[in-house]
């Protein structure tokens, strides 16, 4: 990878811990996106305040705009096979809440403050991830 | 407007991270779980950033008494593992392993305007949805005691 990449991979990851804490000192809450999505749309009752979750997903499109923008549309590959679209997405909005959490709530919010209850469900996603990927690209070849 | 302001301002920061950060990119996150293949550490650099801030921020409102805009700080309390977690969080990572996307980059990744991403997020929706009237179905079942 090169410098460039090292540069804007550390500095993203700045402002998204930086967003996170920002929340929980002027909010008190954790930056969780499954949570603010689910509270967003109306499928958790508690959690952020509605307005809260919904100014939270609008704004999460305006920072990626900004940075589109600013630097051009970033290239993003992505699968186009409509049940692997479907049936990801099924398992991610179920797993998430389910599971109290994804990769920012659990991974940058809870593995922050060491909560045994993150780093279990971090180390899961993960491990969970790692295996799909292989047994998807290296066994069975779909990619 | 205390929770409006807060809520888009994080929201932003948060956003423009992930473009940034290249994390948008369901192709790189996927480089990063592919251990077996050509393995791309951007993800570990991307978590590794975000952790600093994040955690210097618990040690900074260990001194506060409440929120700046806010009366109480609403941080999980909760210490015990269970197996709901543990499988919650298994499914999630089965899905995100299939394509690459995770809930915040999925979100933020709508604005560029590519079909998938939209098909994703409403499917994503779809599965919380369906969790939620799982646990309203299970909750209705179990015998309720008053007092």
Excluded at chain 1, 85 to 114: D, I, P
Aim: overall charge positive.
């Amino acid at each position: 990878m090169t410098f460039t990449a090292v540069l804007s991979a550390l500095a993203g990851g700045l402002l998204i811990g930086s967003a996170a804490g920002l929340l929980l000192i002027l909010s008190g809450r954790i930056a969780g996106v499954s949570g603010m999505v689910a509270r967003a749309v109306g499928i958790a009752d508690n959690g952020p305040p509605w307005l809260q979750a919904v100014s939270f997903v609008i704004g999460l499109q305006g920072g990626a705009l900004m940075v589109a923008v600013a630097t051009g549309a970033p290239a993003v590959t992505i699968t186009s096979s409509v049940p692997l679209l479907a049936g990801a997405g099924l398992l991610v909005g179920f797993g998430t809440r389910l599971g109290n959490g994804c990769t920012s709530g659990h991974g940058v919010c809870g593995l922050a403050r060491l909560s045994p209850r993150s780093i279990a469900a971090t180390v899961a996603f993960m491990s969970a991830g790692i295996v799909t990927v292989y047994l998807a690209r290296h066994l069975i070849g779909v990619d | 407007m205390r929770h409006i302001l807060p809520g888009l301002l994080v929201g932003l920061l948060f956003g423009a991270g992930l473009a940034l950060s290249g994390m948008i990119d369901p192709a790189r996150v996927l480089g990063f779980l592919d251990v077996g293949g050509a393995w791309d550490p951007t993800l570990a650099l991307v978590l590794g950033g975000a952790l600093l801030p994040s955690a210097l921020s618990y040690a900074f409102v260990r001194r506060m008494k409440r929120p700046v805009m806010a009366d109480e700080f609403c941080i999980p309390q909760n210490r015990i593992v269970e197996s709901r977690l543990l499988v919650g969080s298994s499914l999630f990572g089965v899905g995100w392993g299939l394509v690459g996307l995770c809930p915040g980059p999925a979100i933020a990744g709508l604005v560029l305007g590519k079909w998938q991403s939209w098909l994703f997020v409403a499917a994503m929706i779809g599965g919380m949805w369906l969790q939620r009237f799982f646990a309203d179905r299970g909750h209705r079942r179990t015998p309720q005691f008053a007092g």
